[in-house]
Nanobody, 119 residues
Framework: QVQLVESGGGLVQPGGSLRLSCTAS????????VGWYRQPPGKQRELVAR???????NYSDSVKGRFTISTDSTKNTVYLQMNSLKPGDTAVYYC?????????????WGQGTQVTVSS
């Protein structure tokens, strides 16, 4: 079992920055793909960014060039640096860790953190 705890959300003006953190209960980055998803009000959850065990990253087109995902294995923490924020980035952001091993899928989620971009 893996617990994920997000932090760093809040209210920010358009054009501002925030850094989200997600700390895992154990050292997982060598075996789990970790990522950030978000769920805007009234919409479905969508992938924002993820990083594989090999360090490869991918981003949704809507955040490419503005957001950066990174990990610090010494702190069991994955970050999402968000720059040039727009009102459309307003959502609950969730951390996710996923792997498949011997036919079993392991899929863990954090509780979410609210990000509101508004003037």
């Amino acid at each position: 079992q893996v617990q994920l705890v997000e932090s760093g959300g809040g209210l920010v003006q358009p054009g501002g920055s925030l850094r989200l953190s997600c700390t895992a209960s154990s050292s997982i980055f060598s075996i789990y793909t970790v990522g950030w998803y978000r769920q805007p009000p009234g919409k479905q959850r969508e992938l924002v960014a993820r990083i594989t065990t090999g360090g490869s990253t991918n981003y949704s087109d809507s955040v490419k060039g503005r957001f950066t995902i990174s990990t610090d294995s010494t702190k069991n923490t994955v970050y999402l640096q968000m720059n040039s924020l727009k009102p459309g980035d307003t959502a609950v952001y969730y951390c996710n860790a996923i792997r498949s091993h011997m036919g079993i899928r392991y899929d863990y989620w954090g509780q979410g953190t609210q990000v509101t971009v508004s003037s």
